[in-house]
């Protein structure tokens, strides 16, 4: 069994940096697909950045969003940059020994509680 604890969210406003970190317990999930998704109210959670032995992001956060894990300390990290309104939203961080498809949230086995992120204008 493996626990997902999300923390860094908060509040910022646009232009502004945060990074959130994924903390993994139970096992080490080095060899895992981590994914970072996103959920805005009203929305349905949406891809953001995944990670295995190659990085994924969606095409909105390109060039402003770099994930990444310390094996070590069994984390995972998503530093935010250039935030913008729309990024707002509960950031989950979801881990799998194994996904078909990185954007489908049900391939996912683990899921963190969330944290909130809201980006102001």
């Known amino acids: 069994q493996v626990q997902l604890v999300e923390s860094g969210g908060g509040q910022v406003q646009a232009g502004g940096s945060l990074r959130l970190s994924c903390a993994a317990s139970g096992r080490t999930v080095n060899d895992y697909y981590i994914t970072w998704f996103r959920q805005a109210p009203g929305k349905e959670r949406e891809f953001v950045a995944g990670?295995?032995?190659?990085?994924y992001y969606t095409d909105s956060v390109k060039g402003r969003f770099s994930i990444s894990r310390d094996n070590a300390k069994n984390t995972m990290y998503l530093q935010m940059n250039s935030l913008k309104p729309e990024d707002t939203g509960v950031y989950y961080c979801?881990?799998?020994?194994?996904?078909?498809?990185?954007?489908?949230?049900?391939?996912?086995?683990?899921w963190g509680q969330g944290t909130q992120v809201t980006v102001s204008s």
């Open positions: 979801a881990a799998s020994p194994y996904v078909r498809h990185w954007a489908t949230p049900r391939e996912y086995e683990y």
């Open positions: 990670i295995h032995y190659m990085t």
